[in-house]
């Protein structure tokens, strides 16, 4: 079965550090998510990605933040200057279509900074 | 206010009873998730509504869509089941994100 895959699955960092959270959506899904969940809380959207760029942002999505999709198959998330706040479980997600299609998340990535 | 509400927040039973867990928002839907999330932290979708009901082996969803509420049960329960259970929305507003409950932590003991 296609699956989401995403690495590190931890991560641990200082803080002020740059850190590149990596995806691998599945191949035909055409439609790309980032979302976090801070430990105890519920998740999170932070951005959508469609045709090569960003379609929504939340609040949380700050110049700090940047997505990029480099190759075609890859789907990164970038924080810039890492605060102790950033600490938090990272998921990527892809859907087929935008609308009345499932959702498939990858395992996240645990972020932790220190 | 948030946008979705579960409940219970926390749920534990004994092995083979009915569950049932609640989902109501207050907004316009386009689609109603319902994910499990395992102790490890990784989601997986187990329906995607937008009417009516989905049955999967022993769990089933449900959805009136005029009350904003949905449903999820889980027949013959098994300890196996334990995880959080997600409800997220997709908002008729910004219709390609999903915004989410705050989860309900279900525990079945053998």
């Known amino acids: 079965e296609p699956e989401v895959t995403q690495t590190p699955s931890h991560q641990v960092t200082q803080m002020g550090q740059e850190v590149i959270l990596r995806c691998v959506p599945i191949?035909?899904?055409?439609?790309f998510y980032w979302y976090r969940q801070i430990l105890g809380q519920k998740v999170e959207f932070l951005v959508s990605?469609?045709?090569?760029?960003?379609?929504?942002k939340s609040e949380i999505f700050d110049d700090q933040f940047s997505v990029e999709r480099p190759d075609g198959s890859n789907f990164t998330l970038k924080i810039r200057s890492t605060k102790l706040e950033d600490s938090a479980m990272y998921f990527c997600?892809?859907?087929?279509?935008?609308?009345?299609?499932?959702?498939?998340f990858g395992q996240g990535t645990r972020l932790t900074v220190v | 206010k948030n946008e979705v509400e579960q409940s219970p927040q926390n749920l534990t039973a004994q092995e083979g009873e009915f569950i049932t867990i609640n989902c109501s928002y207050s907004v316009g839907i386009s689609a109603l998730h319902w994910l499990q999330q395992h102790p490890g932290g990784g989601i997986v979708s187990l329906f995607m509504l937008s009417s009516g009901k989905k049955k999967h082996g022993r769990l089933i969803a449900t959805i009136n869509i005029q009350e904003k509420h949905s449903s999820l049960h889980i027949t013959a329960s098994h300890p196996r089941d334990s995880a959080v259970y997600i409800c997220a929305v997709n908002p008729n507003q910004g219709a390609q994100k999903l915004v989410f409950g705050q989860g309900t932590r279900l525990t079945i003991n053998p």
């Open positions: 990605f469609y045709n090569n760029e960003i379609s929504e």
């Open positions: 191949s035909n899904h055409l439609y």
């Open positions: 997600a892809s859907r087929h279509r935008e609308v009345d299609t499932e959702a498939f």
